[in-house]
């Protein structure tokens, strides 16, 4: 456990002193829900409505901030290695990394989602739904692009990987968000429902990611 900690609070600081943690991700998020507005017009009513899937839509892809570097540089200088030989398992070194990445990148997101919120016009118990969904489904985001990380890291320049691994897989998440949002504001189903789901695959993403990255880095050694 004291390794593991250990792996969390040096990734954590790594990616602090990078300057790819909490400012560009919040940055990047705050442009996305700035700029959709512009496109979609004045028109109050329609952001309200749509103002969950923009904010989702956001913080997905602020998520993937950050994700290309994940691996690639210990790869690079050879501390992977080094990991790799060390007590803990490869699965728990990834689990650890993307846990650093989630604090870095997804947490903020989560704090700054509420203040973004209101510029549209979102109701106070959409608010605290965005705010439910995100701290659920930004982890499992994180977890999903350890894969794509994974790759990237065994394949030079191979950020675009992450891309085209994690988006596809991450949609079930950005659905049953977005669904428990809409129902906890207009219903008619249960906000409850969409959002067992949704934690359900939060569960199976957090068992799935840390393994299936372990496992891509053991074949590209």
Sequence with gaps: MAAFLALVRRDLALALKAGGGAGLGVVFFLSVVTIVPFAVGPDMILLARIGPA???????????????????????????????????????????????????????????????????????????????????????VTALGLIGAAFAGAFRRGGLLIAVLVLPLAIPVLIFAVSATSAAVSGPVPFGTPFQILLGLALFALVLGPVAAAAALRAAR
Aim: charged share 10%.
């Design 54 to 140: 923009i904010l989702w839509i956001g913080a997905l892809l602020a998520s993937l901030i950050g994700l290309e570097r994940l691996f690639a540089q210990d790869v690079e200088d050879g501390t992977l290695d080094v990991l790799a030989g060390a007590v803990l398992p490869l699965e728990l070194v990834a689990a650890a990394k993307g846990l650093a990445h989630w604090i870095a990148t997804g947490l903020p997101l989560v704090v700054a989602a509420p203040v973004l919120a209101l510029m549209l016009n979102l109701e106070p118990t959409a608010i605290g739904a965005v705010v439910a969904t995100l701290l659920v489904g930004t982890p499992a």
